[in-house]
């Protein structure tokens, strides 16, 4: 959402916590980077929750929020889904992303939120296959080149060394970690077996 002073916020993560709170990592983007004294690094406390914001750059913030009473954190706890994201479009209206091992728990979420109040829409939905799960040799590779520093900038490992300490030949362990990256990146741009709009 891109409100009258340039600010787009987008909450990035979400997690239930006990007795109906949630938690929320959400990022701020300053936009013209003129508002900096208004996104000030800090805790801020309230009776309804908690807030932290940390600057990542000059013109993006971090903001962490916890929120005591949070009825959407009750009614996901309950659902036997999963929010993956959940993009703010106006004030009123949010696109999320549900991941659910079953469909009927995703039906049951909505026809929960409208119960509730809550006008909801189902926008899309995909199928997670077999195909786009790491393979448990491909997670530990890439548990492995993340602590070696093979992602790192600049690297502090490379493609041969790290397939030497790992017992594999160079070529088979970068089929391995490119085959695990496309995954990665399919799963981040299509997880979630349903989008559902508040509004």
Known sequence: MINEENIRIEITQCSVLAKG??????????????????????????????????????KQYLAMVSNNNCMLAS????????????????????EWGIFSLNSTYVDMLMERMRHEGYKVKMISTNRVSKES?????????????????????P?????EEL????????STLSVMIREAERK????????????????
């Open 21 to 58: 709170a949630g938690y929320s990592m959400i990022r701020i983007t300053d936009i013209d980077g003129k508002h900096s004294d208004k996104l000030q690094e800090g805790m801020i406390t309230s009776i309804y929750g908690e807030c932290e914001i940390m600057k990542i750059s000059s």
């Open 184 to 199: 990665i990146v399919f799963n981040y741009l299509n997880l979630g077996m349903s989008a559902v709009k508040k509004k």
């Open 75 to 94: 009614i996901l706890a309950e659902s036997g889904c999963f929010l993956t994201s959940a993009i703010p479009f106006t004030d009123d209206i949010i």
């Open 133 to 153: 799960i790491l393979t448990e040799k491909q997670e530990d590779a890439l548990m492995a080149a993340h602590k070696l520093g093979y992602y790192d900038i």
């Open 155 to 159: 690297r502090r490992i490379t493609i």
């Open 163 to 170: 397939a030497a300490k790992l017992g594999y030949a160079k």
